[in-house]
């Protein structure tokens, strides 16, 4: 079943490495089938502790409808890419909601 993701990239600082990685990760994007709704370049922050001995990163995130099962295979794919210091899926989940909260009014009928 196709789901709507989203995914938060740390990647290193450097510039070139990072032009480097990023496309890396659009061809495995590409190769397993991800449509990209979304991308957003969150900048180069620096990191709360040490990752991979690199102090700083740069954060970038997708929107993409995928596969669940795809995900697996993304996430052990992800794993073995070096210039990826940390990653994060996360499932968008669209709920109806079955009340109004209070202080709204429900929209009147005619």
Not at 28 to 37: A, N, Q, S
Not at 49 to 70: L, T
Not at 97 to 109: L, M, V, W
């Amino acid at each position: 079943m196709i789901n709507e993701y989203e995914v938060a990239f740390v990647l290193d600082a450097n510039e070139a490495m990072f032009k480097a990685s990023l496309e890396k990760i659009k061809a495995l994007f590409t190769e397993k089938g991800v449509e990209v709704l979304s991308e957003t370049d969150g900048g180069v922050k620096k990191l709360a502790y040490e990752v991979k001995r690199h102090k700083d990163g740069r954060y970038y995130y997708f929107r993409m409808k995928v596969d669940g099962q795809a995900i697996k295979v993304l996430d052990s794919e992800l794993r073995l890419y070096e210039d990826v210091l940390k990653y994060l899926f996360i499932k968008q989940e669209f709920k109806k909601r079955r009340f109004e909260p209070k202080g709204e009014a429900a929209p009147a009928t005619v």
